[in-house]
Nanobody, 122 residues
Framework: QVQLVESGGGLVQAGGSLRLSCAAS????????MAWFRQAPGKEREFVAA????????SHADSVKGRFTISRVKAKNTVYLQMNSLKPEDTAVYYC???????????????WGQGTQVTVSS
């Protein structure tokens, strides 16, 4: 029902910025909540940010609050993660996910992108 394709990952120096994009296809995309999760080597997957289907509500993990911003443009069927003031500890594979309901629980998300690597050098 939903296909997600991520882009925008790469190598950036600490303090720099990067914007991840998640292009979604499927008839229900505009009604799905979307979220970003990340997983660093040797670490468990963790919540980064989520946005409701309408775009009216969003949530960000404490570790990224004030630095990262999730947004969506329904007309483009795209969800973004603007990442500013990047830190080496932000290095991880970032995954886009979609779910019918708005939640920060990774286990509730049934649709996932392939992941995009973000590497922040010190």
């Amino acid at each position: 029902q939903v296909q997600l394709v991520e882009s925008g990952g790469g190598l950036v120096q600490a303090g720099g910025s990067l914007r991840l994009s998640c292009a979604a296809s499927g008839r229900t995309f505009t009604t799905y909540a979307m979220a970003w999760f990340r997983q660093a080597p040797g670490k468990e997957r963790e919540f980064v940010a989520a946005i409701s289907g309408s775009g009216g509500s969003s949530s960000h993990a404490d570790s990224v609050k004030g630095r990262f911003t999730i947004s969506r443009v329904k007309a483009k069927n795209t969800v973004y993660l603007q990442m500013n003031s990047l830190k080496p500890e932000d290095t991880a594979v970032y995954y886009c996910a979609a779910n019918l309901g708005y939640t920060i629980d990774a286990g509730s998300y049934g649709y996932w992108g392939q992941g995009t690597q973000v590497t922040v050098s010190s």
